[in-house]
Nanobody
């Protein structure tokens, strides 16, 4: 069974920084794209950043230049460095990954349970 566990959320003042981590564990053969999504109160879940196995990283326009996504393939972990945080970044942040388990040829989309980020003065 595969699990994604996020950590690093919390409360921060505007202009501050936080670093989110998400570790994938369980029976994993390979991981394709990994990413972060967020859902603010009363809004739909939206893509924040996505990092595939190649070089093409995607960011939402609202976080470009402030957030940086990275991954450590040896640790099956994806990170989100969030700088210059704004109140509008307040949301639950969810980790997402396409993972292939042993003995199958397809990738399955997995989600973490989310970690709350609150930006407020």
């Amino acid at each position: 069974q595969v699990q994604l566990v996020e950590s690093g959320g919390g409360f921060v003042q505007p202009g501050g920084s936080l670093r989110l981590s998400c570790a994938a564990s369980g029976s994993i053969a390979s991981i394709n794209a990994m990413g972060w999504y967020r859902q603010a109160p009363g809004k739909e879940r939206e893509l924040v950043a996505r990092i595939p196995t190649g070089d093409s990283i995607n960011y939402a326009d609202s976080v470009k230049g402030r957030f940086t996504i990275s991954r450590d393939n040896a640790k099956n972990t994806v990170y989100l460095q969030m700088d210059s945080l704004k109140p509008e970044d307040t949301a639950i942040y969810y980790c997402n990954a396409y993972i292939r388990t042993p003995y199958v040829v397809y990738f399955t989309n997995y989600w973490g349970k989310g970690t709350l980020v609150t930006v407020s003065s």
